[in-house]
């Protein structure tokens, strides 16, 4: 039998006790945290715009909270060229649940033809700002 990552089991049974089946993998799976909270990161051309969307998001009780970045330098592939700029980079605490809204306002609020958008799932915190965070954002 194999482990999830590839290793032969061997000793691996001996330190876990058990085979690595699916139940098993299963069981520690169950056993990680997670939460519905979502990190999503974002880049503006100016400092006015990351303001704009920020205070937007916040308000509108997308996001509980968006830091600014300033001074962010990007090298990114547009266009079939590399090209290079000072961003300002936005760092929104929302929910899973949230998401699919703030991700839509953000599109329609960016001055960017395809602008950045990624959720990253955030797997633990401090429980008194996670449940912060889901009090301050509805959707």
């Given at each position: ?35 519905n ?34 001074g ?10 590399t ?11 929302t ?8 991700r ?18 955030v ?17």
């Amino acid at each position: 039998m194999v482990s999830p990552s590839g290793l032969a089991l061997g000793n691996w049974e001996s330190i876990f006790g058990r085979p690595w089946d699916k139940e098993t993998v299963r069981s520690f799976a169950a056993d990680t945290t997670m939460t519905n909270k979502r990190v999503v990161l974002s880049t503006t051309g100016s400092h006015e715009e990351a303001r704009k969307i920020a205070q937007t998001l916040v308000d509108k009780q997308l996001a509980a909270c968006v830091n600014i970045v300033p001074g962010v330098e990007s090298v990114y592939r547009w266009q079939g060229k590399t090209s290079s700029a000072t961003e300002w980079l936005l760092v929104m605490k929302t929910t899973e649940s949230a998401f699919p809204a703030l991700r839509e306002a953000l599109k329609s609020l960016h001055s960017y033809q395809v602008p950045e958008c990624l959720a990253v799932a955030v797997d633990d915190g401090y429980a008194a700002y996670l449940d912060w965070m889901g009090e301050a954002v509805k959707a």
